[in-house]
């Protein structure tokens, strides 16, 4: 199979710098909603859209991805699952993801075999995404329902060295997570330990409220930034244009 939205994200990072990934949850997000958020993102300049949440009490799961699908234009859309039931043929790719920072075999392992044969038989581009959860101030939903510990976050070398095992192990990019609505985003620290020494992109999401602290993301090292619940508020829709050139300062 093609890599081909892989390929595009490798081609974002090279002319933009950095890029502005937008998470969008289908339990969150209303079916009628979605036009309102998506059109202005993707006139603003968002690099990718990213469809998953920890749950899925919504059960349009396939309409919501076709209805983004439709309404996304150029800007590729890639599934971003928080269990098996996330998946659907209307996405460009998957992020094949896989929490490496843990050491449940679950999330490790178990859940990826089980999802393989329908992503094959869909023949999605699988995206693989070594998936580290960061310690972000309290447990998150990520941490409880992946009954996983996140890595300290005060330990920079050690996701460092969850990044180079992931890089090593042929992942293609690897994900620095502190959990959706974190009280505290990840470390600049150990974004730069992470991607100054990796060769993979490394998207760096959870807690990011602001422009401001998108920029240090990306000055950090942080080859994509994502943002989910700052724009599940309609009135922040306003500010897809600040956090679009905040994110792309290199470009
Ligand atoms: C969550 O990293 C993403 O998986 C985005 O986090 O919703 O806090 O922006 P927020």
Avoid at 190 to 200: D, N, Y
């Amino acid at each position: 199979m093609k890599n081909q939205t892989y390929q595009n994200l490798q081609n974002i990072v090279k002319s933009r710098g950095a890029g502005f990934v937008l998470l969008l949850d289908p339990d969150r997000l209303q079916l009628e909603n979605i036009d309102d958020i998506v059109f202005p993102a993707v006139e603003n300049g968002v690099d990718i859209f990213l469809i998953g949440g920890t749950l899925l009490l919504n059960r349009n799961f396939e309409d919501f991805v076709k209805k983004v699908k439709a309404s996304a234009g150029h800007v590729p859309v890639i599934l971003f699952p928080g269990s098996i039931f996330q998946v659907s043929r209307f996405a460009d790719a998957i992020l094949y993801l896989s929490v490496i920072s843990g050491r449940n075999p679950a999330y490790l392992i178990d859940n990826q075999v089980l999802a393989a044969p329908v992503v094959w038989q869909l023949q999605i581009e699988a995206i693989s995404c070594g998936y580290m959860l960061v310690e972000s101030g309290q447990m998150t939903s990520a941490e409880f329902m992946s009954n996983s510990r996140p890595i300290p976050r005060n330990k920079p070398d050690l996701a460092l060295a969850h990044a180079l095992a992931a890089q090593y192990l042929g992942f293609k990019t690897v994900y620095l997570e502190a959990g959706s609505g974190a009280q505290l985003s990840v470390p600049e620290e150990m974004v730069t330990a992470v991607s100054k020494t990796i060769s993979i992109p490394v998207m760096v999401g959870g807690g990011i409220r602001t422009p401001e602290i998108a920029a240090k993301k990306v000055d950090a090292g942080a080859s994509f930034v994502v943002i989910g619940n700052h724009f599940e508020d309609t009135k922040n829709y306003s500010k897809l244009q600040e956090f679009s050139e905040a994110i792309h300062l290199k470009s």
